[in-house]
């Protein structure tokens, strides 16, 4: 039914007048269809003609109010809504747990620091009365066996730079290996201060670097995932060595490393169902030359840290063996995860073989952190001085082709 007038009530005659209302003529609106939008608007029309009309008529001023539409929600609209509603309260521990890890990325600066008071408190307490001592072995160390462990420590990083060059090359990048291996001795440099700051800044200056030859970040980021489980069923297959200073179960190493092998089966067959996305930096498990290369070069650098492991525990008065020295490296790997920053070579040692005497354990430590500083430095310094050297050149040669083209042509 449509009413002549919006003023005019249901069942009112259509020559009906209301004292002190003008009559108003017009054609009505039809408002049909989920188009709400519309509806809003020739209301709105409706009521400004409307009130218009009655300030020109006679009698007292007459307000109208705003008309409102209601419309539910269409049903498309309510499934959409119950699905977000379903995915939100899925994945609330998922949600937390991101939020938890935000959290921890903005204390990570302040909780290192903590850890490292923490870590350097507990070895000032354990050496306490033992300074001479300390003093003694880390002073007595010959010169050429820590220059041999900061030699060690660059080709056990050169070695696990080329393992990501496999990685990142199998995955679908195309960078040269030199651009490469320097944003890795820019990383390399972060991790003296902690491992995750050392794998960022890597990704980002080689992201910075060659953008169109790398692939994505988080792919490039999936590409260190072969590398360390690759270091990790090493260190399962040697995790023997800790059954006698840890006390741990002799069957505890073989179950390790056979569930470290059931998860590189796993993300390899994974790898090769789902060749896009973030799963291509796992390609490296899914080819078998890859995988061969990324554990040959990851077994030489691990065998390059034992080394220097080895020769600085013999530097500074302590007799341990390799498979002391490769429970050293373990420990390192895992407390390497906690905020302890640089003391984390020291408090590997006293934890390891603490029993063979405090001090020279620790200055064994601390001289490990010192020549892997040192060895950091110089493939941080290389990598530089590399790309200051290559831009130099890069310029040179443009404008020299500059100047060739600009030359007046004798004939």
């Given amino acids: 039914m449509l009413l002549d007038s919006p003023a005019e009530p249901l069942g009112l005659p259509a020559g009906g007048v209301i004292p002190g209302v003008a009559r108003v003529s017009g054609d009505a609106v039809a408002l049909a269809g989920p188009d709400v939008d519309g509806q809003h608007a020739a209301a ?23 008309p409102e539409l209601v419309s539910g929600p269409s049903a498309a609209g309510q499934d959409v809504v119950d699905k977000r509603s ?3 309260s899925t994945h609330f521990v998922l949600r937390a747990g991101q939020r938890l890890g935000a959290l921890a990325s903005r204390r ?38 820590l220059t041999a462990a900061a030699v060690l420590q660059t080709a056990s990083l050169l070695a696990r730079s080329e393992s990501w060059n496999v990685c990142v090359h199998a995955a679908g990048g195309t960078v040269g290996r030199r651009r490469l291996y320097r944003a890795a001795g820019v990383g390399y440099l972060g991790n003296i201060v902690n491992g995750e700051l050392g794998f960022a800044m890597r990704i980002a200056s080689l992201r910075r670097a060659a953008p169109k030859e790398t692939p994505k970040t988080v792919i490039l980021a999936a590409t260190e995932i072969p590398i360390v489980l690759t270091e990790v069923a090493l260190a399962t297959l040697f995790s023997f060595t ?15 490393f056979g569930a470290v092998l059931a998860a590189v089966a796993g993300l390899a067959r994974l790898a090769r169902q789902h060749p896009s996305g973030w799963w291509k930096g796992l390609t490296a498990f899914s080819e078998g030359r890859a995988r061969t290369r990324v ?12 080394a220097r492991n080895w ?45 063979n005497g405090v001090a020279g354990v620790t200055a064994a430590g601390v001289l490990l952190t010192a020549t892997g500083t040192l060895g950091a430095l110089g493939y941080a310094g290389w990598a530089l001085t590399d790309r200051f050297w290559t831009k130099r050149r890069t310029r040179l040669r443009l404008a020299a082709a500059g100047t060739l083209r600009r030359a007046p042509v004798v004939t």
């Avoid at 290192?112 to 307490?125: E, I, K, P, Q, S």
């Fill in 86 to 88: 379903r995915r939100e």
């Fill in 44 to 66: 709105d029309r409706g009521t400004q003609s409307t009130a218009q009309t009655l300030r020109s008529a006679p009698g007292p001023p007459i307000s109208l109010p705003r």
């Fill in 295 to 306: 554990a040959i070069f990851v077994a030489l650098a691990v065998s390059a840290q034992i």
């Fill in 108 to 145: 990570r600066g302040m909780l290192t620091a903590l850890g490292t008071m923490l870590a350097m408190g507990v070895l000032v307490f354990v050496l306490a009365g033992r300074w001479g001592q300390f003093a003694s072995a880390a002073a007595g160390a010959p010169w050429w066996a």
């Fill in 242 to 256: 800790l059954v006698a200073p840890l006390g741990v179960p002799w069957w505890t190493p073989l179950a390790a």
């Fill in 311 to 355: 020769l600085m525990l013999h530097a500074s008065g302590v007799h341990a063996s390799v498979f002391d020295a490769t429970a050293v490296l373990i420990a390192v790997a895992v407390l390497g995860v906690l905020p302890v920053g640089p003391g984390v070579g020291a408090a590997a040692m006293v934890l390891i073989l603490g029993s």
